[in-house]
């Protein structure tokens, strides 16, 4: 199975590396606009800056912003090979130009400099043909044992809750660790307690293991964190925002 990979990002060199590590998969080539940003792949493969330039293969595999996507897609109606994107928010027909589409993403977040165990990594599948749709199992098997087939629609939902869950968290984890850098406290005593709030929702809904002040209407506990954050106003409205939410989804009253 040969594939050409767009892009050069997070994305891209992940699924470049699992790929070039699996039996039965080429990477034939990776385009990106910028040159500087194809030293890593030059090492391994052929690439390119020109889309002209592109070769055939059986996929294409466009690692992309979202915004750039449809315009990008429709330079390859042209292509017999199958090309999919990799975006949780962008919808199949973003690629209505190509003869044969799909969706190819892995519900994952990704930073180059960390390493993932792909066997874990769930892949949303969404193709106009069952061959097709066949096609992206088997690439996907190649290197995960889990893939889902998702529609556009789903898709959709599906990526805002990803934003919630782990975006939304991860800012939280900032605010905690400012928190503790200014009373000069290591964030590091907080580690387990992440770790443990996330092993949780692995066996039960989040829903029944939910703690804290706000699900025990602790009203003392409030009012002393809400005067501790007096001196940061964006931080209090989102204690004040999260802690009624909170109260508001468990039927408790403020």
């Known amino acids: 199975m040969e594939i050409i990979?767009?892009?050069?990002?997070?994305?891209?060199?992940?699924?470049?590396?699992a790929f070039s590590a699996s039996e039965g998969i080429r990477i034939k080539q990776v385009f990106n606009h910028s040159a500087a940003s194809l030293g890593f792949f030059k090492k391994h493969t052929e690439v390119?800056?020109?889309?002209?330039?592109?070769?055939?293969?059986?996929i294409y595999l466009m690692a992309l912003k979202d915004d750039v996507i449809s315009d990008v897609a429709k330079k390859f109606s042209n292509k017999s090979g199958l090309v999919v994107h990799?975006?949780?928010?962008?919808?199949?027909?973003?690629?209505s130009g190509c003869s044969r589409r799909g969706v190819f993403y892995p519900l994952q977040t990704f930073s180059k400099e960390?390493?993932?165990?792909?066997?874990?990594?769930?892949?949303?599948?969404?193709?106009?043909?069952?061959?097709?749709?066949?096609?992206?199992?088997?690439?996907?098997g190649k290197i995960s044992g889990k893939a889902y087939e998702i529609s556009s629609q789903q898709r959709?939902?599906?990526?805002?809750?990803?934003?919630?869950?782990?975006?939304?968290?991860?800012?939280?984890?900032?605010?905690?660790?400012?928190?503790?850098?200014?009373?000069?406290?290591?964030?590091?005593?907080?580690k387990p307690l992440i770790s443990?709030?996330?092993?949780?929702?692995?066996?039960?809904?989040?829903?029944?293991?939910?703690t804290g002040p706000a699900i025990r209407n602790d009203h003392s506990t409030i009012d002393a964190h809400l005067r501790l954050l007096d001196s940061s106003g964006e931080n209090k409205e989102i204690y004040t925002l999260l802690t009624s939410a909170i109260q508001t989804f468990h039927g408790k009253k403020l």
């Open 114 to 140: 960390n390493d993932v165990d792909y066997s874990e990594i769930p892949f949303c599948l969404e193709a106009t043909s069952e061959e097709d749709l066949k096609l992206l199992r088997n690439l996907a």
């Open 48 to 58: 390119t800056t020109e889309i002209s330039e592109i070769a055939e293969a059986d």
């Open 196 to 210: 443990e709030t996330a092993n949780k929702v692995q066996q039960a809904s989040p829903a029944r293991v939910q």
């Open 86 to 95: 990799t975006s949780g928010s962008v919808a199949l027909d973003a690629l």
């Open 156 to 190: 959709k939902k599906l990526h805002l809750s990803a934003v919630f869950v782990c975006n939304f968290v991860n800012h939280l984890y900032a605010i905690g660790e400012q928190i503790c850098q200014k009373g000069e406290i290591p964030f590091e005593i907080l």
């Open 5 to 17: 990979v767009l892009g050069s990002g997070n994305v891209a060199t992940h699924l470049f590396k």
